[in-house]
């Protein structure tokens, strides 16, 4: 499902507000998409870049972001 509006999501070590994410990332929500079942998005879209969530489960959960540009300037 894809939501227009910020959802607040957390793992073990961390609760992600949409204020946070957008000082982590450095650019403005757009939408994120979060599949059934799930709690943590798998992907955000902001003003520049779609932003893929990666999970990582050692110890406790946790995640990172891989930011990939919207729209890549070619020469």
């Known amino acids: 499902m894809i939501l ?11 609760t992600y507000t949409q204020e946070v994410f957008e000082d982590l990332i450095g650019d403005e929500f757009e939408a994120m998409m979060i599949k059934e079942e799930e709690k943590i998005p798998s992907y955000i879209w902001t003003v520049n870049f779609v932003v ?8 406790f959960n946790d995640i990172s972001f891989e930011k990939i540009p919207r729209n890549p300037v070619c020469e």
Do not use: P
């Open 4 to 14: 227009c509006e910020w959802k607040d999501f957390h793992t073990d070590a961390e």
């Open 52 to 59: 893929i969530i990666k999970r990582s489960a050692r110890m």
